[in-house]
């Protein structure tokens, strides 16, 4: 899609590029397009060497639209800091105008008039062209490419190839090391086979064998940390999957593995890089989470810089914690953060940071990229392009409590399963159709492209419906990050209650109403759920209804043709008024 | 006996945002039957110090998951800063899991030969609680640390 | 009873500080379980004394309960004083016991 000359001018405007550029251009629109893309490009280069940065690209080769959550909300301690920062007070926090790029990449604001200006997000192609004219300025030999995790999983493609489309994407884009987290869930045995296949290297500290009679226990599967050349300066970095990956997902995929925060052990191997292997620059290479990694640069000393992932944050500037830099690169392909840094005798001088959106119609697509993605696309064409129906409203997936997607799916499969309560998790991925559009099977597997797809119809008793949704906000919730797990709450279909977030554990949740109706602890409910095994909490499983949730909501759409959900929550929340609130406010 | 049928019963459950059914239904086992070990906090310390005070100290590190990956299997190590010598050692470290039905875990009795004072072991909490370890110093002190360990299944990203 | 004992690191000599696991392969039932076939409670079954020698010297004696994991693992450290034998005794509560052994072989 080409961005019309209108168009340029409300980029460049957007942009805060100057009228006299404006002037001289406005009869060239190319040179218009020109300087709209210097402006992405733009960047004050510093030092030596430059981290590209990406996180959470949930598979996402193709460009797409994602819009950042209305609702984000935590503990009342971090709201309103980074990783719990939405709308307008994202754009306090960071001193950014509304209605720029920059603020439709970053926010939910005015997203669907936005999105129609300034079009679709990411995709491998546009990010190759990003990366290419980075190395191009800094030499090759200067620049690493990092990547976070949760790279493999996230759409049909994914599934399809069992993660392979997403390696040779990643092979593609140069990545140099990476870490992970949904990765497993394709089970070790994937896991090893994909790792072969990627060029880069896979690291972390924090997976080691726990079976205590065989060879590996308490060694660690995977190399802990790697040293590379870069600008003349030896960099370290150390390696952190996700910590909560055997609690999160299904055990069954990493049996034999335990994972963990290790702080002792990354405070060991940060050590034993500065002076044993006297590298210049620490890095932690992370799936932590945004707040959790705060904590961490709280705990262990010695980290220059985090490159984070798994909260799927945009953070436009760094977060410095005693003096290690913390960077985090949203999702879904959306952005490349770019950091310089300035090595001079051994030591960390300085740095400068940007987290460059990748604007798919402003940053021209590489052509090989398009021949790859279209090359892993077309055996599953015919099936991924298929049309289920048209949704009257947008459907997007970010938001702590509610989602108008996740309400169609829950939807379709209380349908589907004559359910009184249906459970679909709070992952922090997903996809966004906007207003008006088709929804196509590509974006149904980019809600739910997951190895253990079961839709699972059971019976659970009232009170452990009630104790249950107390487990999942403790996790949520929790004032403590490192007793966080990352994930939004699960959403509910057929139940609305009320939620004080400040509450303690085990007090938040109230007014809990199944069908209109007050939830009963000692009646026995249908229960339907996905993406987890509450299956195996409840009691006589119908075996017979159990099927694939992406065939359960790829029925239901096509049944209904259009689709008009309302997208009102419903959880109400006693102690916010808004859904991104400021710090230390109850108020937006 | 074979191992694999000793893990079967401990089939850890994840829901992404939801709880540990197995624990839960451990716990509400444990309210109604009562183990043949059932022993609180305040008995199990009192069996130990005979009534002397317990000091939590920095010298007693206690290193535990802060969300245990399985209720069932949760590594904690204890280390205690001593010379161990003969004169100034740690006698003993003691292990508890403050909510379960009986509380003790392990009491273990060093001698200067150990070289450090040191226990790494795995436990079975039965829920979220705190496990508290004990050091039991040759001059008849008590030092302690503990750590919250959350017992759940977790969100997910 | 299948047990291993484990010294790590691999290589040491006199005086270095190692680390002995001893992991055990048993139930270690609570007795607070139910057998989900017949409803009835699983007796208490589990490891509940492990004594740990050195050339026949007590090195570390355990007092250990059901709230062990399964196929429990005991770590501890010693100090190498010399060539010898690592003997570990574990019993359980109704009396099954175990003797196992390891050589202690300091390099240099």
Redesign the interface.
């Known amino acids: 899609m080409d961005v019309s000359r209108r168009d340029f001018f409300h980029i460049a405007a957007a942009l805060g590029i100057g009228l006299p550029t404006l002037g001289t251009a406005a009869s060239t629109p190319k040179r218009l397009d020109q300087v709209a893309l210097q402006d992405i490009y733009g960047f004050k280069a510093k030092g030596n060497v430059t981290l590209l940065h990406i996180c959470?690209m949930h598979a996402h080769i193709k460009p797409l639209y994602w819009r950042e959550p209305s609702t984000l909300i935590s503990a009342p301690n971090l709201t309103g800091t980074p990783g719990f920062l939405c709308g307008e007070s994202f754009l306090k926090h960071y001193a950014m105008k509304g209605k720029t790029l920059d603020a439709y990449f970053d926010t939910f604001m005015n997203f669907d008039t936005l999105a129609h200006k300034f079009g679709k997000m990411g995709g491998i192609a546009h990010m190759k062209t990003l990366i290419n004219h980075v190395k191009k300025e800094r030499g090759a030999d200067n620049v690493l490419l990092l990547d976070s995790g949760?790279t493999w999983q996230g759409t049909g493609v994914a599934l399809k190839t069992q993660g392979e489309a997403i390696v040779k994407a990643q092979n593609y884009l140069g990545v140099d090391v990476m870490v992970g987290?949904?990765e497993f869930t394709y089970g070790k045995q994937r896991v090893k086979e994909l790792i072969e296949m990627l060029k880069g290297k896979f690291i972390s500290q924090n997976i080691v064998g726990?079976d205590?009679?065989a060879d590996d226990?308490e060694e660690l599967i995977f190399e802990p940390y790697t040293i590379m050349e870069r600008g003349g300066a030896k960099i370290g970095i150390i390696g952190q999957s996700?910590?909560?990956t055997?609690?999160?997902?299904?055990?069954e995929f990493t049996q034999g593995w335990?994972?963990?925060?290790r702080l002792?052990t990354l405070q060991t191997y940060v050590d034993k890089l500065r002076k044993e292997e006297k590298v210049d620059c620490v890095v932690l290479l992370s799936h932590d989470?945004f707040s959790v990694d705060q904590e961490v640069a709280r705990q262990v000393k010695g980290i220059d810089f985090i490159l984070s992932g798994?909260?799927?944050d945009p953070s436009p500037r760094p977060t410095v914690i005693n003096g290690t830099v913390i960077i985090i690169a949203g999702s879904h392909g959306k952005y490349v953060g770019r950091l310089d840094i300035d090595i001079q005798n051994h030591k960390v001088k300085g740095y400068e940071y940007k987290l460059i959106p990748v604007a798919a119609n402003l940053i021209p697509a590489d052509p090989e990229g398009v021949d790859l993605v279209n090359s892993l696309y077309a055996p599953h064409e015919k099936e991924f392009g298929e049309i289920l129906g048209v949704t009257k409203n947008i459907l997007y997936k970010r938001d702590t409590f509610h989602s108008p997607f996740d309400e169609l799916i829950n939807d379709s499969i209380m349908d589907a399963m004559d359910s009184d309560i249906s459970?679909t998790?709070?992952?922090?991925?997903g996809t966004t159709v906007l207003g008006g559009e088709q929804i196509t099977m590509d974006d149904v597997y980019g809600m739910t492209a997951i190895t253990y797809p079961n839709v699972y119809t059971f019976e659970m008793g009232g009170l452990?419906i009630r104790?249950?949704l107390e487990?999942?906000a403790?996790?949520?919730f929790?004032a403590?990050p490192?007793?966080?797990?990352?994930?939004?709450?699960?959403r509910l279909g057929g139940v609305t209650y009320d939620i004080k977030i400040g509450a303690p554990s085990g007090k938040r949740i109230t007014n809990i109403m199944v069908k209109g109706k007050p939830l009963d602890d000692r009646k026995v409910y249908k229960v339907s759920?996905w993406?987890?095994?509450?299956q195996?909490?409840?009691a006589n499983l119908n075996d017979q209804l159990t099927r694939p949730v992406y065939d359960v909501a790829a029925n239901y759409i096509r049944r209904q043709k259009k689709v008009d959900i309302s997208g009102n929550s419903n959880v109400h929340i006693l102690d916010y008024d808004c859904g991104c609130p400021r710090k230390g406010s109850k108020s937006c | 006996m074979e191992r694999r049928s000793f893990l079967k019963g401990f089939g850890a459950v994840s829901v992404c945002a939801a709880l540990v059914p197995s624990i839960v239904s451990a716990a509400d086992e444990a309210k109604k039957v009562s183990g043949p070990n059932e022993m609180s906090v305040e008995s199990a310390l009192a069996a130990i110090t005979g009534g002397k005070p317990v000091t939590l100290s920095s010298k007693v590190s206690l290193s535990a998951p802060e969300i245990a990956e399985n209720g069932a299997v949760v590594p904690v190590k204890v280390s205690v800063e001593s010379p161990m010598s003969a004169k100034d050692y740690v006698k003993a470290i003691h292990i508890f899991a403050t909510k379960n039905n009986n509380v003790r875990c392990a009491n273990v009795y060093l001698t200067p030969a150990n070289g450090e004072a040191s226990f790494g072991t795995r436990i079975k909490l039965g829920a979220t609680q705190d496990v508290l370890a004990v050091a039991e110093m040759s001059n008849g002190t008590f030092l302690s640390a503990k750590q919250n360990v959350k017992v759940t299944i977790g969100g997910c990203g | 009873m299948k047990t291993l004992i484990k010294i790590k690191p691999k290589d040491y000599k006199v005086g270095d500080i190692v680390k002995v696991d001893f992991m055990a392969m048993h139930p270690m039932e609570s007795g607070m379980r139910k057998d989900k076939d017949t409803g009835q409670v699983i007796p208490a079954h589990y490891i509940n004394e492990v004594n740990f020698f050195f050339n026949d010297k007590v090195l570390t004696k355990m007092v250990t309960w059901e709230s062990l994991s399964v196929n429990p693992v005991l770590s501890i450290s010693m100090k190498v004083s010399g060539s010898g034998t690592l003997k570990v005794l574990a019993k359980d509560n109704k009396g099954d016991n175990v003797e196992s052994s390891v050589a202690i072989t300091p390099k240099g």
């Open positions: 959470d949760d987290h949904w726990d205590s009679f226990y996700f910590p909560f055997s609690t999160a997902n299904p055990k335990s994972f963990g925060l002792d989470g798994h909260t799927h459970f998790p709070g992952y922090r991925w452990q104790n249950v487990d999942i403790d996790n949520v929790n403590n490192l007793y966080q797990q990352g994930g939004d709450m699960s759920s993406g987890g095994n509450l195996n909490a409840g």
